[in-house]
């Protein structure tokens, strides 16, 4: 949570980093960092499901025909 509610900034001026500088505005829903924040925490959850199902902890099942 810290990541996205809490955000400090430093940029790269001529190669030499300036001031660690606070950001005043949060994630908003058109920033272009959104969709990478919501493949990282995708593909941590499918980790995290596919390590249950292994360890028997939960059992998928599916609806229709599997071919």
Known sequence: MECVTIA????????TPT???ALERGLC??????????LI???GFNILMNGSVDASLFTCYR???HV
């Open 41 to 43: 925490a995708a593909k």
């Open 8 to 15: 400090a900034m430093c940029l790269l001026v001529n190669g």
């Open 63 to 65: 609806i229709g025909e």
């Open 29 to 38: 829903q058109r920033d272009p960092l959104s969709p990478f924040l919501f």
């Open 19 to 21: 001031e660690e500088f």
